[in-house]
């Protein structure tokens, strides 16, 4: 790559949610798509790129400066692996990151040592309804900040098809709710609020065909004294006509008023004792996946490539999620509050 030549990415991995990856990669004028990669080589060919079944002889074939890897956790390390060997110093790795935290550090160190930037897809942050929420915060639109409330209702969990016309290995989780879904919280609270001090959770299966928890609650401590409250629940739903906009309600509550996350994507502030709410940001109409959050961080992070920007969620950073995640498991199977380093 040079100064004026286009960032070459390569993809590996064909299935649902690559479609959000390769559209927002295709938009990009600074960026040139130059191969995509899966197992299954006919979901790699319908990406309209150069299609390989073999990751080495993509990476061999293409070159790329980039690659980004839409893979599910039980094959990320390997790919990283490989794409290190192979001489890759930028990789972007969908999440959940890794099988645990033990992969999750051997690979982010392992790509640390090669001199490697690897950021974690963790979009949710990236959602415009967030970035702006954290612009009202830092001007203290709700005074002193109290509490934040997700109640998340993607309403797609109910029957024995759960899950299975987009993302059917959800049903083969052990771990699911949290690990899956309530990570991107996890992760948008810390944005938000800072790394939490220490979180109790309540967990729960409700359908049975599952193998994973898919409903709980999960309280964090933010320093400050301020409280998240996480309030999940696949299998019911909210008044949105894309429920996988927001997936969900939120309510920020401070000494000076509320602000309200709608599922249209639109905030509202009301200041304190009073009725009348104004608009901060209007409904969002992109129809595709999370108010265009995917390209908001590719985006993001084709800036910091180019142009020096800071990155957010590097894997270094990204292991304090992962630590977050085991204390969630943990304080549900004891019954106990966990104590977190900040």
């Known amino acids: 790559m040079t100064a004026h030549s286009p960032l070459k990415v390569a993809c ?16 990009m004028d600074t960026v040139e798509l ?33 690659l980004d890897i839409i893979l599910p956790p039980v094959a990320q390390a390997q790919a990283i692996r490989l794409a290190l060997g192979k001489g890759v ?7 959940p990151f890794c099988q645990d935290h033990t992969e999750a550090e051997d690979i982010t160190a392992l ?12 979009n949710f942050r990236f959602q415009p309804w967030y970035r702006t929420l954290k612009v009202q915060l830092d001007r203290n639109a709700v005074g002193t900040l109290q509490q934040i409330t997700f109640r998340l209702r993607p309403g797609d969990g109910q029957g024995p098809r759960a899950y299975l016309d987009r993302q059917p290995y959800f049903q083969d989780m052990s771990r699911f709710l949290v690990h899956e879904t309530a990570v991107h919280w996890v992760d948008t609270f810390r944005y938000l609020l800072g790394n939490p001090t220490a979180v109790y959770a309540d967990l729960r299966q409700v359908n049975p065909v599952i193998s994973g928890e898919d409903a709980g609650y ?6 400050g004294g301020v409280r998240a409250l996480l309030d999940g629940n696949r299998h019911l739903d909210h008044a949105a006509d894309n429920h996988r906009r927001t ?10 008023g509320s602000i309200k996350l709608r599922g249209d994507g639109s905030l509202w502030r009301r200041g304190f004792q009073e009725t009348h709410e104004t608009c901060l940001l209007p409904a969002n109409e992109w129809e595709g996946f999370g108010g265009d959050c995917v390209h908001h961080l590719q985006s993001h992070v084709v800036s910091g490539l180019l142009n020096g920007t800071p990155l957010e969620n590097t894997a270094r950073d990204y292991l304090q999620v992962i630590d977050i995640e085991e204390a969630i498991y943990a304080s549900a199977d004891t019954g106990q509050k966990i104590k977190l380093n900040p």
Do not use: N
């Open 12 to 27: 590996v991995g064909a299935g649902y949610f690559s479609q959000f990856h390769y559209g927002s990669w295709a938009r």
């Open 34 to 66: 130059v191969a995509s990669c899966d197992r299954d080589i006919e979901a790699a060919k319908r990406t309209g790129l150069p299609a390989f079944a073999d990751l080495a002889q993509m990476i061999d074939h293409a070159q790329p400066d980039l």
């Open 89 to 95: 110093r930028t990789l972007i790795c969908q999440k």
């Open 111 to 122: 790509a640390e040592s090669h001199g490697a930037t690897l950021i974690v897809h963790e």
């Open 218 to 223: 999960m309280l964090f401590d933010h320093p």
């Open 247 to 256: 997936m969900g309600e939120a309510l920020i509550e401070g000494t000076a």
